[in-house]
Nanobody
Framework: QVQLVESGGGLVQAGGSLRLSCAAS????????MAWFRQAPGKEREFVGV????????YYSDSVKGRFTISRDNAKNTGYLQMNSLKPEDTAVYYC??????????????WGQGTRVTVSS
């Protein structure tokens, strides 16, 4: 498995922006996709979005569509989650994931440790 390390979390006011990074290391990054998930206190893990590592195509959950953008830098083996127009309900620990375990990319075998995002009202 590849090691994933997220960074960029923090405290931001509602309406603000943050950019999270997810750096992959440990072996040649060969995952076909990188995804972002989040887990708010007391809630289940929620899918945020995913990017195809080969062509950069993306897919987002309805709750973040139009506000969040996923990108990647193949040369740096790093993925990014740009979050704009943040809302208090975006408060969560954000995780990146790679190495999908099924063809639908619904679950992944490699996970980062998470980075906390807190949006104040």
């Amino acid at each position: 498995q590849v090691q994933l390390v997220e960074s960029g979390g923090g405290l931001v006011q509602a309406g603000g922006s943050l950019r999270l990074s997810c750096a992959a290391s440990g072996r040649t990054f060969s995952s076909p996709a990188m995804a972002w998930f989040r887990q708010a206190p007391g809630k289940e893990r929620e899918f945020v979005g995913v990017i195809s590592w080969s062509d950069g195509s993306t897919y987002y959950s309805d709750s973040v569509k139009g506000r969040f953008t996923i990108s990647r830098d193949n040369a740096k083996n790093t993925g990014y989650l740009q979050m704009n127009s943040l809302k208090p309900e975006d408060t969560a620990v954000y995780y990146c994931a790679a190495d999908p375990t099924d063809i639908s990319w619904a679950d992944f075998g490699s996970w980062g440790q998470g980075t906390r995002v807190t949006v104040s009202s």
